[in-house]
């Protein structure tokens, strides 16, 4: 069983940073491949980014390639999502996940963990 929390969300103008924060209970949390999803008003929730439980290995969507950086630090049991360069399309909740499945996962059924979400606002 493993418990999410995010934090470091709020608003921010265009072109400027954030570090949203995911702190996970639990004492197998390197055994889990961490992510980010988000979901904006009126859309559907979609895949950010995934970290692998080593933290050797990333994978990202397009629209954030780039722009935003998913880490993961084993010892503090918390990931991490730097996102930089922010854009008025980047607003929503943000959502830390986790799956205990094998191989890359972009698929929200396919994660078994969500945290509350965190809320990103970013103005024009």
């Known amino acids: 069983q493993v418990q999410l929390v995010e934090s470091g969300g709020g608003l921010v103008q265009a072109g400027e940073s954030l570090r949203l924060s995911c702190a996970a209970s639990?004492?197998?949390?390197?055994?889990?491949?961490m992510g980010w999803f988000r979901q904006a008003p009126g859309k559907e929730r979609e895949f950010v980014a995934a970290?692998?439980?080593?933290?050797?290995?990333?994978i990202y969507a397009d629209s954030v390639k780039g722009r935003f950086t998913i880490s993961r630090d084993n010892a503090k049991n918390t990931v991490y999502l730097q996102m930089n360069s922010l854009k008025p399309e980047d607003t929503a909740v943000y959502y830390c996940?986790?799956?205990?499945?094998?191989?890359?996962?972009?698929?929200?059924?396919?994660?078994?963990?969500w945290g509350q979400g965190t809320q990103v606002t970013v103005s024009s």
């Open positions: 996940t986790a799956t205990d499945k094998v191989g890359w996962r972009r698929l929200e059924g396919e994660y078994g963990y």
């Open positions: 970290v692998a439980g080593s933290g050797g290995a990333t």
């Open positions: 639990g004492r197998t949390f390197n055994s889990y491949t």
